[in-house]
C-alpha cells in the first residue's frame, strides 16, 4: 500500500533542482541554485541520465523500489517528480546530466550538500481566468499549512462565483489534510454528498494471543451538507460547470478530495487515474532511528466502486505531454473544450 512503509533517520539531501516524468523523459521543472541557473539548466531542461545511466533506468533501478506504492501509474510518476531522482546521503556526488533547448548535453556533479528545504516552490492555492470566463483553481496541497479559510471564502465570492465555469487542477497534490478539501467541496457542491462506509481493523489483544483473527469493524460515514443548503442565507450556490483534472501523483488526501467530487457528481474527472491509497496510516516506532507506518482504513466510492490499488477512473483519459512544460497545459486545453 502506498502508506504502509519503512523508513530510517538519516542525512539526506538533493540537488537543488525539482523535475517531472512526461512519458519516457524527465524534465526540470524548477531550480533553486545560481550554479546551476548560470550553468544552462532552468524550467523545461531535459534530465536525460544520473550516473551514466538514462534517467528512467536509473529511477526504476535505485529510486521505483524504495517508494512505497499501491498502483502502477503511482510507481511511474512520484518516483520520477519533485525531488525524489537525486536524493541521497548527503556529500555523496551524483552525476546528472541534462539537455538544453538545442540539443546539447552537459554535465553537473553535485556533491550533496544543499540544504534540505532548498526546493521550496509555491504550495499555496492559485487561480486564474481563462478564456470564456472559466476559472482554473490550482491546488498543488491540502496541507492545512496552505490553506486559509478565511481567505478561501473571499476567493470563492470574489472570483470563483462571477465565473461561468471552474477547471480544478490536483494533478501532482500528494495529499496533506482531508479536511481541507471537504471545506472546499462543502463550498462547491450543490446538494448533499453522500459517503460510503469504511473499514478498520479491530484488534482486540487477548483473542489475538489466543490465535483468534482480527475483526473488521465496519463505520458508517454522514453525509456532508455543503454550505450553501446549511448556510443559505450566507454562502451563496456555485451550479456552474466543473471540471477536476487527476493524474498518477494525485494521491491520499487529493484522492479524498476527487471520491468526493466524484460523490456529489459536480463534473467530469479528466486526466490519467490516481494513485491509489487514501492512507489514514498508524505511525510505529521501531527504535534505533527506525519507523513504520501501516494504512489503517479501507475506503470506497459512494456506490461501493473499488478504487484503493486500482485509483480513481477519469471520465475522460488524457495523457500529459510536454505541453505540460513548454506551453499551453493540453489537459487544461481539454476541459477548456469540455466546458465550452
Request: hydrophobic residues 35%; charged residues 20%; proline residues 6%.
Amino acid at each position: 500500500d502506498g502508506h504502509t512503509s519503512i523508513g530510517f533517520s538519516a542525512d539526506v539531501t538533493y540537488a537543488p533542482i525539482s523535475h517531472k516524468r512526461i512519458g519516457g523523459k524527465v524534465f526540470v521543472t524548477g531550480v533553486y541554485s545560481d550554479e546551476y541557473t548560470q550553468k544552462g539548466v532552468r524550467r523545461g531542461t531535459e534530465l536525460v541520465a544520473i550516473n551514466d545511466m538514462p534517467v528512467i533506468e536509473y529511477g526504476n533501478q535505485f529510486v521505483v523500489p524504495y517508494i512505497a506504492s499501491s498502483t502502477p501509474q503511482w510507481s511511474n510518476t512520484y518516483p520520477f517528480n519533485s525531488v525524489n531522482l537525486t536524493k541521497g546521503y548527503r556529500g555523496v556526488p551524483v552525476k546528472l546530466t541534462f539537455r538544453n533547448e538545442k540539443g546539447k548535453t552537459f554535465d553537473i556533479t553535485d556533491n550533496r550538500q544543499s540544504p534540505w528545504g532548498i526546493v521550496n516552490p509555491d504550495m499555496s492555492i492559485q487561480f486564474d481566468s481563462l478564456p470564456g470566463n472559466i476559472g482554473l483553481l490550482r491546488i498543488p496541497s491540502f496541507q492545512s499549512n496552505n490553506f486559509d479559510v478565511q481567505a478561501f471564502g473571499d476567493l470563492f465570492e470574489q472570483k470563483i462565483v462571477p465565473t461561468n465555469g471552474l477547471i480544478i487542477d490536483i494533478r501532482d497534490n500528494t495529499g496533506g489534510n482531508s479536511q481541507v478539501g471537504q471545506i472546499i467541496m462543502m463550498l462547491l457542491a450543490t446538494d448533499t454528498i453522500p459517503q460510503a462506509s469504511w473499514e478498520t481493523p479491530k484488534y482486540e489483544a487477548a483473542y489475538a494471543s489466543w490465535g483468534k483473527k482480527w475483526n473488521t469493524e465496519t463505520v458508517a460515514s454522514d453525509s456532508i451538507v455543503p454550505f450553501c443548503i446549511s448556510h443559505p442565507n450566507d454562502m451563496p450556490k456555485y451550479d456552474k460547470p466543473i471540471i477536476l483534472l487527476v493524474n498518477g501523483s494525485t494521491f491520499s488526501a487529493a484522492e479524498d478530495f476527487a471520491v468526493l467530487f466524484k460523490n456529489a457528481k459536480r463534473g467530469k474527472i479528466i486526466g490519467t487515474p490516481t494513485g491509489g491509497s487514501t492512507g489514514n496510516p498508524i505511525f510505529i516506532d521501531l527504535g534505533w532511528g527506525y519507523n513504520g507506518r501501516i494504512c489503517t482504513r479501507h475506503e470506497k466510492l459512494a456506490d461501493g466502486t473499488e478504487f484503493i490499488g486500482i485509483g480513481i477512473q477519469p471520465d475522460v483519459v488524457v495523457e500529459e505531454n510536454e505541453s505540460v512544460i513548454f506551453g499551453k497545459d493540453n489537459v487544461i486545453e481539454e476541459a477548456l473544450k469540455l466546458l465550452k
